[in-house]
């Protein structure tokens, strides 16, 4: 039995799920952003309403 394929595989599956993590968090921290930002303009534009 060759432990270096099944290491080279897991390394594999440890650097997609790290991409994957990287890039979900950077698509959330945007939308978040997006999110705080239009929240805050409506919040502003309540104010000067009333």
Not at 9 to 32: D, E, F, N, Q
């Amino acid at each position: 039995m060759g432990g270096v394929p099944e290491l080279m595989i897991v390394l594999m599956y440890v650097l997609v799920i790290a991409l994957l993590a990287t890039v979900g968090y950077l698509v959330v921290k945007k939308a978040v952003k997006k999110a705080i930002i239009e929240a805050h303009d409506e919040i502003e534009a309540r104010g000067k309403q009333g």
